[in-house]
Protein backbone atom coordinates (compact mmCIF):
# COMPACT_ATOMS: atom_id res chain seq x y z
CA UNK A 1 0.00 0.00 0.00
CA UNK A 2 1.06 3.23 -0.54
CA UNK A 3 -1.60 5.89 0.58
CA UNK A 4 -1.61 7.18 -2.61
CA UNK A 5 -5.59 8.85 -0.87
CA UNK A 6 -3.90 9.50 2.55
CA UNK A 7 -5.76 12.90 3.64
CA UNK A 8 -8.51 13.34 1.02
CA UNK A 9 -12.16 12.66 2.07
CA UNK A 10 -14.40 10.11 -0.65
CA UNK A 11 -17.78 9.90 -0.86
CA UNK A 12 -18.98 6.82 -2.86
CA UNK A 13 -22.47 6.65 -3.66
CA UNK A 14 -23.44 3.00 -4.11
CA UNK A 15 -20.76 1.35 -2.84
CA UNK A 16 -22.75 -1.42 -0.81
CA UNK A 17 -21.82 -3.95 -3.14
CA UNK A 18 -20.42 -4.83 -6.03
CA UNK A 19 -18.19 -2.31 -8.26
CA UNK A 20 -18.75 0.17 -5.55
CA UNK A 21 -17.95 -1.71 -2.26
CA UNK A 22 -14.81 -2.41 -4.83
CA UNK A 23 -14.30 0.87 -4.68
CA UNK A 24 -14.49 1.95 -1.18
CA UNK A 25 -12.64 -1.16 -0.36
CA UNK A 26 -9.48 0.23 -2.60
CA UNK A 27 -9.66 3.59 -1.48
CA UNK A 28 -9.72 2.58 2.03
CA UNK A 29 -6.36 0.38 1.39
CA UNK A 30 -4.72 3.54 0.08
CA UNK A 31 -6.17 5.41 3.49
CA UNK A 32 -8.84 7.64 2.03
CA UNK A 33 -11.81 8.85 4.47
CA UNK A 34 -14.82 7.32 3.31
CA UNK A 35 -18.23 7.95 3.58
CA UNK A 36 -20.58 5.45 1.50
CA UNK A 37 -23.93 6.31 0.22
CA UNK A 38 -26.37 3.33 -0.94
CA UNK A 39 -30.03 2.17 -1.30
CA UNK A 40 -29.69 -0.19 0.65
CA UNK A 41 -29.86 0.33 4.18
CA UNK A 42 -28.53 -2.89 6.24
CA UNK A 43 -25.74 -3.99 3.60
CA UNK A 44 -24.65 -0.29 2.80
CA UNK A 45 -24.06 -0.08 6.68
CA UNK A 46 -22.48 -3.97 7.03
CA UNK A 47 -19.82 -2.31 4.17
CA UNK A 48 -19.26 0.84 6.31
CA UNK A 49 -18.24 -1.04 9.17
CA UNK A 50 -15.96 -2.97 7.78
CA UNK A 51 -14.29 -0.14 5.91
CA UNK A 52 -14.57 2.41 9.25
CA UNK A 53 -16.40 4.51 7.44
CA UNK A 54 -19.62 6.81 7.55
CA UNK A 55 -23.04 5.85 5.73
CA UNK A 56 -25.97 7.70 4.85
CA UNK A 57 -29.24 6.11 2.94
CA UNK A 58 -29.52 7.68 -0.44
CA UNK A 59 -31.72 7.46 -3.15
CA UNK A 60 -29.16 9.65 -5.18
CA UNK A 61 -32.15 9.91 -8.07
CA UNK A 62 -33.48 12.80 -5.58
CA UNK A 63 -31.30 15.80 -4.82
CA UNK A 64 -32.22 16.26 -1.64
CA UNK A 65 -30.19 12.56 -0.57
CA UNK A 66 -27.78 14.07 -3.11
CA UNK A 67 -27.18 17.01 -0.82
CA UNK A 68 -27.46 15.08 2.34
CA UNK A 69 -24.66 12.51 1.36
CA UNK A 70 -22.37 15.90 0.89
CA UNK A 71 -23.63 16.96 4.07
CA UNK A 72 -22.61 14.44 5.90
CA UNK A 73 -18.77 14.09 4.40
CA UNK A 74 -18.33 17.79 5.23
CA UNK A 75 -19.68 17.05 8.76
CA UNK A 76 -17.25 13.98 9.55
CA UNK A 77 -14.47 15.88 7.92
CA UNK A 78 -14.73 18.91 7.08
CA UNK A 79 -14.25 18.97 3.17
CA UNK A 80 -14.43 17.09 0.23
CA UNK A 81 -12.00 15.56 -2.25
CA UNK A 82 -13.63 12.86 -4.49
CA UNK A 83 -16.97 12.23 -5.19
CA UNK A 84 -18.11 8.61 -7.23
CA UNK A 85 -21.36 8.29 -8.69
CA UNK A 86 -21.43 4.67 -9.16
CA UNK A 87 -25.32 3.69 -8.43
CA UNK A 88 -26.61 2.16 -11.03
CA UNK A 89 -30.02 -0.20 -12.10
CA UNK A 90 -30.24 -1.88 -15.18
CA UNK A 91 -33.30 -4.16 -15.43
CA UNK A 92 -33.77 -6.06 -18.46
CA UNK A 93 -36.39 -4.59 -20.29
CA UNK A 94 -37.24 -4.58 -23.43
CA UNK A 95 -37.76 -1.26 -25.52
CA UNK A 96 -41.91 -1.84 -26.53
CA UNK A 97 -42.04 -3.57 -22.54
CA UNK A 98 -40.67 -0.41 -21.17
CA UNK A 99 -43.24 2.02 -19.25
CA UNK A 100 -42.36 5.43 -19.18
CA UNK A 101 -41.99 5.38 -15.84
CA UNK A 102 -39.57 2.48 -16.11
CA UNK A 103 -37.91 4.49 -18.33
CA UNK A 104 -37.76 7.83 -15.65
CA UNK A 105 -36.44 5.58 -13.11
CA UNK A 106 -33.54 4.13 -15.00
CA UNK A 107 -32.82 7.97 -16.11
CA UNK A 108 -33.16 9.06 -12.64
CA UNK A 109 -31.11 6.72 -10.84
CA UNK A 110 -28.18 6.62 -13.59
CA UNK A 111 -27.92 9.74 -15.34
CA UNK A 112 -29.47 12.48 -13.25
CA UNK A 113 -28.00 10.60 -10.30
CA UNK A 114 -24.96 11.87 -11.55
CA UNK A 115 -25.77 15.50 -12.34
CA UNK A 116 -26.93 15.43 -8.67
CA UNK A 117 -23.92 14.15 -7.79
CA UNK A 118 -22.09 16.69 -9.10
CA UNK A 119 -24.89 19.44 -8.93
CA UNK A 120 -24.24 19.14 -5.02
CA UNK A 121 -20.45 18.10 -4.96
CA UNK A 122 -19.68 21.56 -7.00
CA UNK A 123 -19.77 24.37 -4.10
CA UNK A 124 -17.71 22.50 -1.41
CA UNK A 125 -15.29 21.40 -4.28
CA UNK A 126 -14.97 25.59 -5.50
CA UNK A 127 -14.71 26.85 -2.24
CA UNK A 128 -11.79 23.98 -1.77
CA UNK A 129 -10.41 25.16 -5.52
CA UNK A 130 -9.76 21.25 -5.99
CA UNK A 131 -11.86 18.15 -6.48
CA UNK A 132 -12.06 14.98 -8.31
CA UNK A 133 -15.55 14.48 -9.62
CA UNK A 134 -15.96 10.44 -11.08
CA UNK A 135 -18.41 8.69 -12.50
CA UNK A 136 -18.88 4.79 -13.30
CA UNK A 137 -20.00 4.97 -16.88
CA UNK A 138 -20.31 1.25 -19.07
CA UNK A 139 -18.92 -0.40 -22.33
CA UNK A 140 -22.61 -0.79 -23.25
CA UNK A 141 -24.31 2.66 -24.59
CA UNK A 142 -21.42 4.76 -25.81
CA UNK A 143 -19.81 1.31 -27.55
CA UNK A 144 -21.97 -1.53 -27.58
CA UNK A 145 -25.40 -2.82 -26.23
CA UNK A 146 -27.99 -5.66 -26.73
CA UNK A 147 -31.34 -6.19 -26.77
CA UNK A 148 -33.49 -5.33 -23.07
CA UNK A 149 -30.69 -2.39 -22.61
CA UNK A 150 -32.40 0.64 -24.34
CA UNK A 151 -33.04 2.52 -21.31
CA UNK A 152 -29.61 1.56 -19.42
CA UNK A 153 -27.64 2.04 -22.47
CA UNK A 154 -29.31 5.62 -23.21
CA UNK A 155 -27.97 6.48 -19.70
CA UNK A 156 -24.20 5.49 -19.90
CA UNK A 157 -24.22 7.38 -23.27
CA UNK A 158 -25.27 10.57 -21.40
CA UNK A 159 -22.99 9.86 -18.84
CA UNK A 160 -20.74 10.16 -20.89
CA UNK A 161 -21.75 13.14 -22.82
CA UNK A 162 -22.27 14.72 -19.03
CA UNK A 163 -18.72 14.09 -18.32
CA UNK A 164 -16.87 15.85 -21.02
CA UNK A 165 -19.76 18.76 -20.76
CA UNK A 166 -19.08 19.00 -16.59
CA UNK A 167 -15.27 19.01 -17.14
CA UNK A 168 -14.94 22.17 -19.63
CA UNK A 169 -17.63 24.03 -17.22
CA UNK A 170 -15.51 23.05 -13.69
CA UNK A 171 -11.61 23.06 -15.17
CA UNK A 172 -11.68 26.94 -13.87
CA UNK A 173 -12.30 25.27 -10.18
CA UNK A 174 -9.66 23.22 -9.93
CA UNK A 175 -11.81 20.02 -10.38
CA UNK A 176 -11.27 17.03 -13.09
CA UNK A 177 -14.06 15.14 -14.17
CA UNK A 178 -13.83 11.67 -15.20
CA UNK A 179 -15.43 7.79 -15.64
CA UNK A 180 -14.77 4.56 -16.40
CA UNK A 181 -16.55 2.48 -18.62
CA UNK A 182 -16.35 -1.67 -17.03
CA UNK A 183 -17.23 -4.15 -19.04
CA UNK A 184 -18.36 -7.60 -17.79
CA UNK A 185 -17.90 -7.38 -14.63
CA UNK A 186 -18.09 -10.74 -11.82
CA UNK A 187 -20.62 -8.95 -9.15
CA UNK A 188 -22.01 -10.65 -6.77
CA UNK A 189 -25.63 -9.47 -8.90
CA UNK A 190 -24.00 -11.33 -11.85
CA UNK A 191 -23.49 -14.63 -10.03
CA UNK A 192 -27.11 -14.76 -8.83
CA UNK A 193 -28.49 -14.00 -11.47
CA UNK A 194 -26.37 -15.70 -14.10
CA UNK A 195 -25.92 -19.05 -14.73
CA UNK A 196 -22.65 -21.14 -15.50
CA UNK A 197 -23.58 -20.98 -19.38
CA UNK A 198 -24.28 -17.48 -19.93
CA UNK A 199 -21.18 -16.38 -17.52
CA UNK A 200 -19.06 -19.01 -19.39
CA UNK A 201 -19.82 -17.49 -22.96
CA UNK A 202 -19.36 -13.69 -21.67
CA UNK A 203 -15.80 -15.04 -20.90
CA UNK A 204 -15.39 -17.11 -24.02
CA UNK A 205 -15.97 -13.06 -26.05
CA UNK A 206 -13.28 -11.73 -24.00
CA UNK A 207 -9.36 -11.74 -25.30
CA UNK A 208 -8.33 -11.75 -22.03
CA UNK A 209 -10.58 -14.42 -20.74
CA UNK A 210 -11.99 -13.92 -17.71
CA UNK A 211 -14.54 -11.68 -16.66
CA UNK A 212 -13.36 -8.59 -14.47
CA UNK A 213 -13.56 -7.94 -11.04
CA UNK A 214 -14.49 -5.23 -9.29
CA UNK A 215 -10.86 -4.52 -8.09
CA UNK A 216 -10.09 -4.18 -11.73
CA UNK A 217 -12.14 -1.51 -11.98
CA UNK A 218 -11.40 0.06 -8.70
CA UNK A 219 -7.89 0.81 -9.31
CA UNK A 220 -8.79 2.59 -12.72
CA UNK A 221 -10.89 4.57 -10.34
CA UNK A 222 -7.83 5.29 -8.03
CA UNK A 223 -6.06 6.12 -10.51
CA UNK A 224 -8.38 8.84 -11.78
CA UNK A 225 -8.97 10.07 -7.60
CA UNK A 226 -4.84 10.18 -7.27
CA UNK A 227 -2.62 12.87 -8.00
CA UNK A 228 -1.50 10.87 -10.75
CA UNK A 229 -4.46 11.91 -12.76
CA UNK A 230 -4.06 15.67 -11.83
CA UNK A 231 -3.99 16.71 -15.74
CA UNK A 232 -6.75 14.02 -16.95
CA UNK A 233 -10.11 15.49 -17.30
CA UNK A 234 -12.92 14.53 -19.24
CA UNK A 235 -12.53 11.47 -19.97
CA UNK A 236 -12.88 7.52 -19.54
CA UNK A 237 -10.95 4.45 -18.88
CA UNK A 238 -12.45 1.29 -21.01
CA UNK A 239 -11.83 -1.73 -18.45
CA UNK A 240 -12.91 -4.78 -20.44
CA UNK A 241 -10.65 -7.21 -21.32
CA UNK A 242 -10.18 -6.26 -24.59
CA UNK A 243 -13.73 -7.09 -25.43
CA UNK A 244 -14.57 -4.05 -27.61
CA UNK A 245 -11.41 -5.25 -29.99
CA UNK A 246 -12.49 -8.13 -31.65
CA UNK A 247 -13.98 -7.80 -35.39
CA UNK A 248 -15.76 -10.75 -34.92
CA UNK A 249 -15.83 -14.06 -32.60
CA UNK A 250 -13.38 -15.99 -33.95
CA UNK A 251 -10.72 -14.10 -32.63
CA UNK A 252 -8.97 -15.93 -30.66
CA UNK A 253 -4.90 -16.82 -31.91
CA UNK A 254 -3.85 -19.93 -31.00
CA UNK A 255 -0.29 -20.94 -29.84
CA UNK A 256 1.95 -23.01 -32.62
Known sequence: MTARLKGKVALIIGAARGIGKGIAQRFAEERAQLVLADNED?????????????????????????????????????????????????????????SPEDWDRVMGVNLRGCFNAARAALAPMKAQGSGRMLFTSSITGPHVTSPGHGHYGATKAGINGFIRSAALEFAGYGITVNGVEPGNILTEAIQMHRGPTFIKNMEDAIPLGRLGSPRDVANAFLFLASDDASYITGTTIVVDGGQLLPEGADFHLLPP
Open 42 to 98: EAGRATATELGAGFILTDISRMTDAEAAVRLALELHGRLDIVVQNAGIYPWQLIENT
